[in-house]
């Protein structure tokens, strides 16, 4: 039950993006607040701390890429309980690397979402 939950969650957030609330930006907006320019600071300080934490982060495709091969595997019904946990473990790794890419997934926009899917979809074909 706890791989499948894993795959989800991780299919789910590579995706379809995470939500965010928009009550920030309109009390941003609403007070007269540059919010472009808000949120790069705040997006560079969010980058910052997760390098920090964390190292070094990979690119976008490279997430994916890695994110596809632990959900394939996954799905493999025919694991035992020690392949699943060095899976798992691996996931948590790469999780540590792709801590950006889940940062960036903020918005919920049907548009932005789409162009997220599409750049998903452009990683795996290559």
């Known amino acids: ?40 600071l705040n997006q560079q300080e969010e980058k910052d701390r997760i390098v920090e934490k964390y190292g070094v982060q990979w690119d976008f495709c490279d997430c994916v890429k890695k994110n596809d091969s632990i959900d394939k595997l996954l799905k493999n019904q025919i694991l035992t309980e020690s392949e699943i946990d060095a899976i798992l473990l691996r996931a948590d790794e790469i999780e540590k ?30």
């Open 97 to 126: 690397k792709c801590k950006l890419l889940l940062t960036d997934l903020k918005s919920n926009k049907p548009s932005e979402r789409q162009r997220h899917q599409e750049k998903v979809k452009a990683c795996l074909e290559k």
């Open 1 to 40: 039950m706890h791989r499948f939950l894993y795959i989800f969650t991780l299919t789910s957030v590579l995706f379809f993006g995470c939500s965010e609330s928009v009550n920030s930006t309109k009390n941003a907006t609403a007070n007269g607040i540059n919010t472009k320019n808000v949120d790069t």
